[in-house]
Structure formats: structure tokens, C-alpha cells
């Protein structure tokens, strides 16, 4: 803290900051970590640090050489990556999982956002992440996002600074989209579509009798139940789920599934069910191997032909590039509720 004043011509982390990374890393082990931007916190980093690396310039601040000039700086757990973070975090190979990020490079917009972006992917679960600055707009906009996402739980707002942990929610995928899925974008700005809520809020009152009509007429011809596993079973890594069924024409059944803390799902056994003679079987993986303990649920669901093809492309797409994103819970036919059942994995 004494030796922050001279360190960075445009301010550096306060003292209750630098007190705070101390606090949260101070008795654990950090293997490797990673800061944009250098001051105080690169000082305090290579002794926290068994390999610290910094991704900043040496400008205007002159705050890389003052941090080497510095009698408390240890060079041989801290390597530079000198240049703007916009190419150079790009170009870096993370060879190894984080257990410690600070974000505080440049503040003009987008480029905390793109930091978090190259960064975020390779924190691991407990890895604690700061973002410095909170009180400028463009890094308070990264700050309310991470405060909803699953990702990340908020630990403390020490000064301008948030402290987060990752948690052990999986990893949203950065090649993807699923903008649905985070926490941040489930409040949608209606003053932009207040035109087409109001016709949704009212359209129902007119549909409310056809819908009714339908469920009587066609109800019948419409039922899914899952007969496996039973309700609280317990499961392996993979299963196989069997039901009956009786679904109209012009519409599929499709499994799903998800850990029962994650609100994404992903669709199951390659394809929509087969059903023979009212009967139909498909395979199920539940997680990864780190899920053992967690509970799973399932649900069998019948769609239309557009929904139908939808998830036909998401599993066409995950065969071509390798990534399976979680999906929203799919709309299914008016008549057929989704038949939902809850598993625990207890082997890998």
C-alpha cells in the first residue's frame, strides 16, 4: 500500500482493495492468474501467484516499468504481455485454467466486455474474478450482468470494486448464442415491443375458447407418459428412458433433459422418438462426470413440425462443430403437457 502512490499516474487500486485480494487469496493456492492492467495489484499478484500474467501497456502511466523498478515487485512468477488487450488477449493461448482474474484495462466501450469475453471461459470453479471501476457506466453494465448470471455469485463490492466466485454452473458457450439462457436477458426491455405485448395479453381472451375446444376434441389423442426410470431413481452417466405414448399427426416426440440447477436443456438420443405400438425407448446422458450427486430431470415432449426441425438442427449443428448449447424449454402442442421426471446421479 506504501509503495501504490508511485506506481501509476492515473490511480491505482485503493488500499481496501488491495486488503480485500489479499483476504480472498491470501490463504489459498493460486497457480495461475491473470490481470489487465498493471499497478499495486500486479506487486501483490507475483507474491499471491505462482504464475501471474499481465496484459497491459506501458503508455502514459509508465506503470509496467514502475511496477519492475519496484524493490517489492517478484519477477519470476510475473511475465508482461505488453500491447492494447483488444489483440492481444485475442491472441493468447490459455494453456491453463485461472483460479484468479482482474479486470481493469481499458474502460471505453466494448472493451471490458470483450476482456471478459477471452477470459471468462477459463476460470474454473471457485476461481475468483474482480472487476475494478464498477462506478463507470460501460464496466457497471458488465457488473449487473455478472451479478444475474449463473456463472458467477457476488461475493463483495469492496470501494469500485465487485468480487465474484465462479460457481460450478456450466459454462456458457462462447461460441454460441442462447442469449435466453443468462439471467441478465430475462427481463426484456418491453417499452421497444409494448405494441406486441399488448396484442399477446389479449390475444389469449380470443384463444381461450378455441384452445378449450381443442383440449376436449383432440386431448385424447394426445398423451405421454414416462414409465423409466421411476420418480427419485438413482442413475449412472447414462440411461435409457421408456414411456408410451400417443401423439396426432404432424408432430414428435422429443426427450430432454438437464441438471435440475441449470435452466438450459439439452435434447436427447439424436433424434425424436420412435413409437411402436404405443411405446417408445431413448437414450440419456446425464452430465458430465463432476454432476455425480446432482439431480436430473427429464421430460418427454411433443412438438409441432417448425419445433421439430429446430431441434433437428441443433443436433446437426453440434455433430458439425463439436458444441452442444443448452436450448430453452421448447414449445410443445396445446394438447400434450410435457411429461417430467427427476433422477439423482450417484456414479460417474
Same mark, same amino acid.
Given at each position: 500500500?506504501?509503495?501504490?502512490? /508511485?506506481?501509476?499516474?492515473? #490511480?491505482?487500486?485503493?488500499?481496501?482493495?488491495? +486488503?480485500?485480494? *489479499? $483476504?480472498?487469496?491470501?490463504?489459498?493456492?493460486?497457480?495461475?492468474?491473470?490481470?489487465?492492467?498493471?499497478?499495486?495489484?500486479?506487486?501483490?499478484?507475483?507474491?499471491?501467484?505462482?504464475?501471474?500474467?499481465?496484459?497491459?501497456?506501458?503508455?502514459?502511466?509508465?506503470?509496467?516499468?514502475?511496477?519492475?523498478?519496484?524493490?517489492?515487485?517478484?519477477?519470476?512468477?510475473?511475465?508482461?504481455?505488453?500491447?492494447?488487450?483488444?489483440?492481444?488477449?485475442?491472441?493468447?493461448?490459455?494453456?491453463?485454467?485461472?483460479?484468479?482474474?482482474?479486470?481493469? /484495462?481499458?474502460?471505453?466501450?466494448?472493451?471490458?466486455?470483450?476482456?471478459?469475453?477471452?477470459?471468462?471461459?477459463?476460470?474454473?470453479? #471457485?476461481?475468483?474474478?474482480?472487476?475494478?471501476?464498477?462506478?463507470?457506466?460501460?464496466?457497471?453494465?458488465?457488473?449487473? &450482468?455478472?451479478?444475474?448470471?449463473?456463472?458467477?455469485?457476488?461475493?463483495?463490492?469492496?470501494?469500485?470494486?465487485?468480487?465474484?466466485?465462479?460457481?460450478?454452473?456450466?459454462?456458457?458457450?462462447?461460441? #454460441?448464442?442462447?442469449?435466453?439462457?443468462?439471467?441478465? %436477458?430475462?427481463?426484456?426491455? =418491453?417499452?421497444?415491443?409494448?405494441?406486441?405485448?399488448?396484442? %399477446?395479453?389479449? *390475444?389469449?381472451?380470443?384463444?381461450?375458447?378455441?384452445?378449450? &375446444?381443442?383440449?376436449?376434441?383432440?386431448?385424447?389423442?394426445?398423451?405421454?407418459?414416462?414409465?423409466?426410470?421411476?420418480?427419485?431413481?438413482?442413475?449412472?452417466?447414462?440411461?435409457?428412458?421408456? #414411456?408410451?405414448? %400417443?401423439?396426432?399427426? $404432424?408432430?414428435?416426440? =422429443?426427450?430432454?433433459?438437464?441438471?435440475?440447477?441449470?435452466?438450459?436443456?439439452?435434447?436427447?438420443? $439424436?433424434?425424436?422418438?420412435?413409437?411402436?405400438?404405443?411405446?417408445?425407448?431413448?437414450?440419456?446422458?446425464?452430465?458430465?462426470?463432476?454432476?455425480?450427486?446432482?439431480? &436430473?430431470?427429464?421430460? *418427454?415432449?411433443?412438438?409441432?413440425?417448425?419445433?421439430?426441425?429446430?431441434?433437428?438442427?441443433?443436433?446437426?449443428?453440434?455433430?458439425?462443430?463439436?458444441?452442444?448449447?443448452?436450448?430453452?424449454?421448447? +414449445?410443445?402442442?396445446?394438447?400434450?403437457?410435457?411429461?417430467?421426471?427427476?433422477?439423482?446421479?450417484?456414479?460417474?
Amino acid at each position: 500500500m506504501e509503495a501504490r502512490d /508511485g506506481l501509476h499516474e492515473l #490511480g491505482t487500486l485503493a488500499p481496501a482493495v488491495l +486488503k480485500a485480494i *489479499a $483476504g480472498h487469496l491470501g490463504s489459498s493456492r493460486v497457480r495461475h492468474s491473470i490481470e489487465t492492467g498493471s499497478g499495486a495489484s500486479t506487486l501483490l499478484f507475483s507474491h499471491l501467484s505462482e504464475e501471474h500474467k499481465v496484459f497491459a501497456m506501458d503508455t502514459v502511466s509508465s506503470s509496467i516499468s514502475a511496477v519492475r523498478a519496484s524493490h517489492l515487485f517478484r519477477a519470476a512468477t510475473t511475465t508482461f504481455i505488453e500491447g492494447p488487450t483488444q489483440t492481444t488477449l485475442p491472441a493468447h493461448v490459455f494453456e491453463d485454467t485461472l483460479q484468479a482474474a482482474l479486470i481493469d /484495462g481499458p474502460h471505453a466501450f466494448p472493451f471490458p466486455a470483450l476482456e471478459y469475453y477471452y477470459i471468462y471461459p477459463h476460470l474454473e470453479p #471457485g476461481a475468483l474474478l474482480i472487476v475494478d471501476d464498477i462506478q463507470i457506466p460501460t464496466i457497471h453494465d458488465l457488473f449487473r &450482468f455478472l451479478k444475474r448470471d449463473a456463472m458467477f455469485e457476488l461475493i463483495e463490492v469492496v470501494g469500485s470494486a465487485a468480487f465474484f466466485r465462479r460457481t460450478s454452473a456450466p459454462s456458457f458457450d462462447p461460441l #454460441g448464442d442462447g442469449w435466453w439462457l443468462q439471467g441478465y %436477458n430475462r427481463s426484456p426491455r =418491453w417499452r421497444y415491443s409494448w405494441k406486441g405485448r399488448a396484442g %399477446n395479453a389479449i *390475444a389469449p381472451l380470443f384463444r381461450s375458447g378455441a384452445a378449450a &375446444f381443442t383440449r376436449a376434441v383432440f386431448g385424447r389423442q394426445c398423451q405421454v407418459e414416462i414409465t423409466s426410470p421411476e420418480p427419485a431413481a438413482e442413475t449412472g452417466a447414462e440411461g435409457m428412458v421408456i #414411456g408410451r405414448a %400417443n401423439i396426432p399427426a $404432424g408432430t414428435h416426440l =422429443w426427450l430432454l433433459a438437464r441438471r435440475k440447477d441449470v435452466a438450459g436443456w439439452w435434447p436427447q438420443g $439424436g433424434a425424436a422418438a420412435e413409437i411402436r405400438h404405443g411405446e417408445w425407448s431413448l437414450p440419456v446422458r446425464y452430465g458430465e462426470p463432476s454432476d455425480a450427486g446432482k439431480e &436430473f430431470e427429464i421430460a *418427454a415432449v411433443v412438438v409441432d413440425e417448425h419445433t421439430h426441425h429446430r431441434l433437428a438442427q441443433w443436433v446437426e449443428q453440434g455433430k458439425r462443430t463439436g458444441h452442444h448449447s443448452p436450448i430453452a424449454f421448447p +414449445k410443445t402442442v396445446a394438447v400434450s403437457a410435457p411429461a417430467k421426471r427427476t433422477v439423482r446421479k450417484v456414479r460417474h
